[in-house]
């Protein structure tokens, strides 16, 4: 394999409940293994059925806590020695929060940093060493545009996007030559169940539209996309904004 195009080997979609990360599973599952790894894995029957459906030749599940990062190692040891090589690993697990009670709570501040930050960081780190002693892989890290630079209206979850961004970032560098390809998604605000109720943002976008750029970006070999991209030009422009006015910018 080259620089371009998709690994063969197993799908593993870390995040099994995931609106994203299922429409991109659906989209690389013709002829593949799959396995969704989620808690209450026993309950993912309505997401095996639908990835079946989508042509996978088989679907497995796999009980996966984020937050426990100790378990990480053993777990996806496991997963490689029973489903075979790794073709791609799809990380879409995380959290939102809530703002208002992160900036009173330091328990659900440090939460929402530990599920969107710490627990992608272990998660990446023992997928990295996997796919590297293979030789070759993919690895799909959702960042989001709130990391880009963060606001003062979700600083807690955009502050935890912006970790993660740079660990990514730095990771990538680190595989270079390695035969293993990672991926940096940075979204904007996405339709879906983790956004219900909120008002969309301009340039919105859907998790089937997050997951065609997905699947596209992986097959020309892409460091990272931004959806819509559009989002790159006007986020390099935020960048300029002086901070009195971006500090009244709302989410």
């Known amino acids: 394999m080259g620089t ?6 197993a799908v593993l979609l870390l995040g099994g409940r995931s609106e994203i990360g299922l429409e991109v599973a659906r989209r690389l599952a ?4 799959v396995i969704l790894g989620a808690r209450r ?14 042509g996978a030749s088989a679907v497995h599940t796999i009980e996966f806590d984020a937050d426990d990062s100790a378990s990480h190692p ?22 939102l929060g809530d703002q208002r009670r992160a900036e009173k709570d330091p328990a659900h501040a440090t939460a929402i940093l530990h599920t969107d930050f710490v627990a992608q960081a272990s998660v990446l780190t023992v ?15 959702f960042s989001s545009v709130a990391g880009v630079r963060v606001r003062r209206a979700n600083y807690v979850y955009g502050s935890a996007k912006a970790g993660l961004d740079g660990f990514v970032s730095g990771l990538a560098d680190a595989l270079h030559g390695s035969g293993v390809r990672l991926l940096l998604v940075r979204p904007g605000f996405v339709i879906g ?23 596209k970006g992986l097959r020309r070999g892409a460091g990272r996309v931004w959806v819509p991209r559009i989002l790159q030009p006007v986020f390099f422009a935020m960048r300029l904004l002086p901070r009195p006015i971006w500090r009244r910018m709302p989410r």
């Not at 997928?127 to 890290?141: C, H, W």
């Open 41 to 54: 894995s026993d309950e993912l029957a309505e997401q095996c059925a639908e990835i079946a459906a989508a």
């Open 4 to 9: 371009r195009g998709l690994v063969d080997g």
């Open 193 to 215: 169940r983790m956004t219900e109720g909120m008002s969309p943002a301009p340039f919105s976008s859907t998790p089937g539209q997050v997951a065609d750029a997905v699947v």
């Open 127 to 141: 997928l990295a060493n996997l796919l590297r002693t293979q030789g070759e892989g993919q690895l799909v890290v």
């Open 30 to 33: 013709p002829g593949r293994v």
């Open 74 to 95: 053993a777990l996806l040891e496991k997963v490689a020695a029973e489903h075979g090589r790794i073709g791609i690993a799809v990380l879409a697990f995380g959290v």
